[in-house]
């Protein structure tokens, strides 16, 4: 069932929990995603990364009509999202295709240019009814990257003003997750998280959420964060399914990494939404 990013993340706002947002550059990936959102009758969102194009992974005119005809025939929720879109023109063109919700990541620009930018990404999406997050603060490396627990954190003033003066659904912002592996362990910042959640009045994002605790995870879900983006270790766990063994055809080495991203999807969306 196909969603936007406002209406899933109501429905993690009700629950108090947070939906599993997950990166998805191939089919394999997706019928993993897919699946173990259904095995456990959990709302999902799937998304494509600009970065993915550029790392040659996948065009998003090739893969982003297989996520939508993936979630318009589940009886789950699903969204299908346009994660950090650093240009505006890819951001509209990915509304164009469907995309029901789009990131516009300006968060390396400055406060007026970052906001001036997202507003324009806010005005396209009204055109087609999807969503927009956007993003204030750093998660350090970029997708695909390896992460650093030192980011720029989100202040809680500055994201007041920014939800207010953008009109956005969602608020990434920054409270010591990184992208990428970690390079030590990661200082989450809870208070910092809280006040944001009390001040403004959209669902907060989690980047960086591969690597982090079930403590911690629990933690950030109770002072207010509703998606959790995560790809790295489900990445991982595919490709260390994988790398030991001998294949004498290519699709078995497929199944076997389809099998193994579920398994770690599964326990991803078990602990975003309580079912352990």
């Known amino acids: 069932m196909l969603v936007t990013l406002k209406e899933i993340l109501k429905i993690a706002e009700e629950k108090k929990i947070a939906i599993g947002s997950f990166n998805t550059p191939n089919m394999t990936s997706i019928k993993a995603v897919i699946g173990a959102a259904e095995e ?24 982003a009509p297989i996520m939508l005809m993936f979630a318009e025939r589940v009886s789950v929720p699903v969204c299908v999202h346009l994660d950090h879109g650093t240009d505006l023109e ?18 390396v620009l ?18 087609t009814g999807a969503s927009v997050e956007a993003e204030i603060g750093s998660m350090g ?10 980011s720029i954190y989100t202040d809680p003033d500055t994201a007041v ?18 992208h990428g592996f ?11 998280l809280s006040k944001i959640y009390s001040l403004i009045d959209v669902p907060i994002v989690m980047h960086g959420g591969s ?38 055809q290519f699709h078995d080495a497929l199944l076997d990494a389809e099998r193994a991203m579920k398994e770690n999807v599964e326990a991803a969306i078990s602990v975003f ?4």
């Open 182 to 192: 970690y390079k030590d362990k990661p200082k989450l910042d809870f208070d910092r």
């Open 141 to 150: 490396a970029r997708e695909g990257g390896e992460g650093s627990a030192a």
């Open 40 to 63: 456990l009758k959990q709302p999902v969102i799937i998304m494509h990364a600009q970065v993915h194009e550029e790392m040659g992974l996948c065009k998003m005119e090739e893969i």
């Open 90 to 107: 890819y951001v509209k063109r990915g509304l164009e295709i469907g995309f029901t919700s789009v990131m516009y990541d300006g968060s």
């Open 110 to 127: 400055s406060a007026e240019e970052n906001t001036a930018n997202t507003v324009v990404a806010v005005e396209a999406a009204k055109k």
């Open 161 to 178: 003003k920014f939800v207010t003066d953008t009109g956005i659904d969602a608020l990434a912002c920054a409270f010591g997750t990184a």
């Open 211 to 248: 690597g982090v605790s079930e403590d911690d995870y629990r933690e950030v879900i109770k002072r207010g964060v509703r998606k959790v983006n995560y790809y790295t270790y489900m990445a991982k766990a595919g490709g260390d399914a994988i790398s030991n063994k001998t294949y004498a």
């Open 273 to 276: 939404s309580y079912l352990n």
